[in-house]
C-alpha cells in the first residue's frame, strides 16, 4: 500500500509504501504521545519518502534523547518520530493521525507502557 502523509499546512511531506494496509496502530502513554494524541504505526526508514528538506523539520528530544520526535516549525503537528530498533535498524513512528487514507477508528489499537520507561 502506498500512503502519503503530512503536517497541517503541508511543509512536511512525505510517501510511504507499506507491504499491508495499516490495520493496527500503537497508543503510547508517554508524556510527550498522550499529549499529542499520536497514533502510531513503525515503518522501516527505507520505506519512506521524504519529500521535505531534512532542515525544514524541527525536532525534539527528551528523557534518553533516543528518539527524535519531528514536527512542523509552522503549524506544529507532529507527523512522525525517528528512531532505531532493537537490531540498531533505522525506523519511523509514523502517526497515523497525519497519513491519508488511514481512518483510526478503524484500526485494532495496541497500548504501550511508554511512561514506565
Given at each position: 500500500m502506498n500512503y502519503t502523509g503530512g503536517c497541517h499546512c503541508g511543509r512536511i511531506a512525505f510517501?510511504?509504501?507499506t507491504p499491508e494496509p495499516i490495520a493496527e496502530a500503537t497508543e503510547c502513554n508517554c508524556s510527550i504521545c498522550s499529549k499529542r494524541g499520536h497514533l502510531l504505526a513503525f515503518v522501516p526508514a527505507s520505506r519512506?519518502?521524504?519529500r521535505t528538506p531534512?532542515?525544514?523539520i524541527a525536532t525534539y528530544t527528551f528523557n534518553k534523547?533516543?528518539?527524535r520526535h519531528q514536527f512542523c516549525p509552522v503549524c506544529g503537528i507532529?507527523?512522525?518520530g525517528r528512531g532505531a530498533d532493537a537490531r540498531g535498524n533505522e525506523m519511523f513512528?509514523?502517526?497515523v493521525?497525519?497519513?491519508e487514507g488511514v481512518d483510526p477508528h478503524g484500526l485494532?489499537?495496541?497500548s504501550f507502557d511508554g511512561r514506565s520507561l
Open positions: 510517501d510511504v509504501e519512506v519518502n521524504l531534512e532542515s525544514d534523547h533516543v528518539i507532529a507527523p512522525f513512528a509514523l502517526n493521525r497525519c497519513l485494532k489499537i495496541h
